[in-house]
Each structure stands twice: as C-alpha cells, then as structure tokens.
C-alpha cells in the first residue's frame, strides 16, 4: 500500500472521533507521523486508539500535544483534587488505595489494588478530566491474600486431583506466602497450581 493511500486511511479514521483540524498526518515508507494538538488529553489518547486501528502501518511516531485555551488552564492543586473526588466516586476502585501526584498538568497514580480492572479503572478516571495533559500509572496490582481462602483453594483443587493424596499434605500460608509439606508418590504430583500468593516453598517428598 503506497504511503498516500495509508496517509488518507488514517485521516478517515480520526474524523469521526477526534476533531483533527490541528493534527498533522505524514506518511513516509509506511511510518506515520502525527503532529499538531488537540485540546483535551482525552482527545490525545483517542487519536492514538484510531491510528492503531489502521493495521497497514508499520510504525508511529506521535507528536501531538495537548494545549488548552488559557481560559480552560487548571492548576494543579484543583487537578488533584477532582482526580480524588473522581476516584473515590468510582465503585471499582477501593477506597484509600490510591494516591494522586499532579506537576504540570501531568497525572501520576500510586498506590496499590488488588485487581488489575481497578488498576486501569483509576487511569481511565484520570484521563477524563479536564487540564491533564498526561497519565503515569504506577499503582501496583497486589492481591489481597487470605489465609483461610488460600487453603481452601488448595485442598479443594488437591482433593480433586485423582492422582494426588491430598491427606499427606500440609498447606501452611503466611502472609503472601504458602508452604507445602508432606509425601506424594510421584514427581509430577508436585505441580500444583496455588492461586493468589507470591511464592511457594515447596518440601514435599518424592516416596
């Protein structure tokens, strides 16, 4: 595909999402470059997305950057402030685990959850608000480990095995952690799937 069939693809592709007055498109052996700006960091983000639809390209060079009316500027104590209030709002997100940092319009997120939806639910928050020129996600994904479930799971699943004697193990869990005790009668009943920790010591004997 010639690159002035490719450059007219992608300018199909913004119109009916983003507002592409200001956004440049050249196409050069296949790589597209986008240039100008837009005036929302949402808008930013959903030119990105309508490029990437167009699968004949071979690369991306995006350049495009935010710029906003000086009477649409937002300082950033009130940017941090109505990120938190957007957050807390959200049902998906539990409260008091993540933690807002703003400089210069740029929105970087802290903190931990315990599912990777809530992790994205926080930065899809973020973006929406006015004044962001730029989201950093940091928030750790950090399953929230209980010590009666994570037995639970074990002998459940131990138990279902038919080559496995769930009776002569022992399943210790502390914290994030899980220890495995005890004898089974061959190697490969070793390989057992333990969901939600971040490390297993495995002592079981081969007899």
């Known amino acids: 595909m010639g690159d002035k069939v490719l450059r007219q693809l992608v300018i199909d592709e913004l119109e009916p999402s983003v507002d592409s007055t200001n956004i440049g498109v050249a196409v050069e052996k296949g790589i597209m470059t986008m240039s100008g700006h837009v005036g929302s960091y949402s808008e930013k983000m959903a030119a990105e997305t309508a490029v990437r639809r167009v699968r004949s390209a071979s690369g991306i060079a995006e350049e495009i950057k935010v710029r906003y009316p000086s009477d649409?500027?937002?300082?950033?104590?009130?940017?941090?402030?109505?990120?938190?209030?957007i957050i807390a709002r959200d049902a998906q997100i539990p409260r008091n685990t993540v933690m807002v940092k703003v400089e210069k319009g740029w929105v970087t997120l802290m903190g931990s959850v315990a599912w990777h939806y809530q992790?994205?639910?926080?930065?899809?928050a973020a973006r929406k608000l006015s004044g962001v020129v730029g989201v950093s996600n940091q928030i750790q994904v950090e399953p929230r480990v209980q010590t009666a479930d994570v037995k639970?799971?074990?002998l459940n699943a131990l138990?279902?095995?038919?080559n496995i004697e769930a009776g002569g193990i022992q399943v210790n869990v502390q914290g994030d952690k899980v220890?495995?005790?005890?004898?089974?009668?061959?190697w490969y009943e070793r390989d057992i799937a333990v969901p939600g920790v971040r490390a297993v010591e495995d002592r079981l004997v081969v007899v």
């Open 72 to 85: 649409k500027k937002t300082a950033d104590d009130q940017i941090a402030e109505r990120a938190n209030a």
């Open 159 to 162: 138990t279902r095995s038919a």
């Open 152 to 154: 639970d799971k074990i």
């Open 179 to 186: 220890m495995l005790e005890g004898k089974v009668k061959a």
């Open 119 to 124: 992790r994205l639910a926080a930065q899809s």
